[in-house]
């Protein structure tokens, strides 16, 4: 008897406990869905809306929403500038940190964070809630500048159009001028990347980098008729679409190859969702859920299959514990990228 009365108290204290992690869980879904229920959320993103931030910018608007408890109204607002800096440091300073601002956030903000240090944002407090797609990127140049392959791109100067000098596009373009031999000469201050493709069909620049999707979703029937050429990737190796143009990272030494990574970092993170830092856990735990609810929902699987948009999730946790890895970059290294990084900017004027 004694033996079953200590076994039947075990199995009421662990049902008393259950209980009450049930009922703390109703009542944080139900703070959640207070908060949440006729609010309006922003979806910030620090771009126009021409390309593929306000692709997938619009996407989480139409359909994270009715998956998030008290389904709030969400509207697509933008902010661009500066490679995506100034949304980034108005999301991480200024902005509420209530929730009620979800940020689909420049994928630079990691090499930003390591190579910048003017910057006013650290990509490891940002809350990620989970990454839409991934985000490789190519270089593609004009049918009109003759430039077709990365040997021809080797034997003359070709303008290169960026948002700025330390986007990195730009950056990827000054390192295979150094690695590579190519003598792509660049043009910043374009304001997104619809202003870039304008140029480049204009004659003003022959060649810019922009992302696969972007490539592929908007430009693919140029890239079918040959009016743009691959000539490399920003990977970390060669994209399947277009085999024949190598990866930034097939190049270098031990330093570049490190700052490479950093650089392709961007197509890691791609376009993800992110909470400014100091969101309570209780919201970043349910936009979370509610995210990977919208990336199984049928009507965003059909929008994005329709429309041929790539889509490749990544958890929050999982984006989580890629920033912190590449931020662990032992020092000695970290700083080789950072001194050959500011070489590169101080080459910008002299292509090879």
Known sequence: MKGNWRHGGLAGCVLGLAAAFASAGAHAQGAVESFYKGKTVRVLIGADVGGTYGLYGQLAARHLGKHIPGQPTLVLQTMPGAGGNIALNYSYNVAPKDGSLIHCIHSDVLFETLLNPAVKFNAKDFLFIGRIADADSVTLSTRASGVKSLAEARSREVTFGATGMTNVFALSALMMNRTAGTRFKVIAGYKGASDIMIAMERGEVDSSGMSLANALTLHGEKLTRG??????????????????????????????????????????????????????????????????????????????????????????????????????????????????????????????
């Open 227 to 352: 009016d743009l050429a691959p000539v490399f990737s920003i990977a970390s190796k060669r994209l399947k679409e277009f085999p024949d143009s190598p990866a930034i990272t097939e190049f270098g030494g031990p330093d570049e190859k490190t700052l490479m990574e950093i650089y392709v970092s961007t197509g890691e993170l791609g376009r993800p969702l992110a909470f400014p830092p100091g969101v309570p856990a209780d919201r970043l735990a349910a936009v979370r859920a509610a995210f990977w609810k919208m990336v199984a929902d049928p009507e965003f699987i059909a929008e994005t299959k329709k429309a041929a948009v790539p889509v490749a999730p990544m958890s929050g946790e999982d984006m989580a514990a890629y920033v912190d890895k590449v931020m662990a970059t032992p020092a000695s290294q970290l700083e080789a990228a950072r001194r050959l990084h500011a070489q590169l900017v101080g080459s910008r004027d002299k292509p090879n």
